[in-house]
């Protein structure tokens, strides 16, 4: 079973930025970052298939980009332009269905690394 190792964010002001990594062993197919805010289910931020096809979110669209580097074995998440609303904890994902990468369906993802969080003031 794949293992996922989620590092970085931190807390920022609006406007500025955060990077987070997730090293993945065991597993080189889709990948993804996920979000879940105190009191609200858990959303896709922006998935990533083995042909680095990117896919987001509307609400991330523009100011987030995925990115991965098989070699090393890591994913990224570069977030600019941070909102307030996107204070949250950040989850990295392995192994989504052709679904789960397309539509960032939570469900459909059977490999979660342990959360980073995010922190972002007005």
């Known amino acids: 079973e794949p293992e996922l190792v989620a590092s970085g964010g931190g807390s920022a002001q609006s406007g500025g930025s955060l990077r987070l990594s997730c090293i993945i062993s065991?597993?080189?197919?889709?990948l993804g970052w996920f979000r879940q805010a105190p009191g609200k289910e858990r959303e896709g931020v922006a998935t990533?298939?083995?042909?680095?096809?990117?896919r987001y979110s509307d609400s991330v669209k523009g100011r987030f980009i995925i990115s991965r580097d098989d070699a090393n074995s890591a994913m990224y998440l570069q977030m600019n332009s941070l909102r307030p609303e996107d204070t949250a904890m950040y989850y990295c994902?392995?192994?989504?269905?052709?679904?789960?990468?397309?539509?960032?369906?939570?469900?459909?993802?059977?490999?979660w690394g342990q959360g980073a969080q995010v922190t972002v003031s007005a």
């Open positions: 065991g597993y080189t197919s889709n």
């Open positions: 990533i298939d083995k042909a680095e096809t990117p």
């Open positions: 994902a392995a192994g989504g269905s052709p679904v789960g990468v397309r539509d960032l369906r939570p469900d459909a993802w059977p490999y």
